[in-house]
């Protein structure tokens, strides 16, 4: 029988004493997480003692990762339809407004990307 790392011991541990993973919503629970719910919110949902047993969960299931990836799509696509706004400023109609907001958003994605970035990095 092969012998088994630390990272295995840790995962088996982890899943014989999670909560989540014992949950019969666990997929519904992980679905929730990986859509942008906060872990504050599905501890209000699913009734659980606290929000850092769905932060240990996340943690061992690696779907911090799978969420980051998924919200990089998200944010591709609002870039896109904010650059596409930024770049008919001139052929278009848009109020002043509409072009300082759309500057703004794309200046928040960035800085939200850079930060996600940053938290992948931390998890490998």
């Known amino acids: 029988m092969p012998r088994m790392g630390w990272r295995g011991k840790r995962l088996t541990r982890h899943f014989q004493q999670c909560r989540i ?3 019969e919503a666990c997929a519904q629970i992980e679905r ?3 859509d942008g719910a906060s872990p504050r ?3 209000a949902e699913w009734k659980f003692a606290s929000y850092r047993a769905i932060y240990r969960h996340a943690h061992a299931r690696g779907l911090f990762l799978t969420r ?3 919200l990089r799509g998200r944010i ?3 870039v896109a339809a904010a650059t596409r706004i930024i770049e008919k ?5 848009v109020t002043g407004s509409n072009v ?4 703004r958003i794309v200046m928040k994605i960035n800085a ?3 930060k996600d970035r940053l938290a992948a990095r931390s998890q490998m």
């Open 32 to 34: 929730a997480f990986l």
């Open 112 to 114: 939200l990307e850079e």
């Open 100 to 103: 300082l907001a759309a500057v």
């Open 21 to 23: 993973c014992r949950h």
């Open 76 to 78: 591709a696509n609002t």
């Open 41 to 43: 919110e599905i501890e």
């Open 89 to 93: 400023v001139d052929s278009a109609r």
């Open 68 to 70: 980051a990836e998924k």
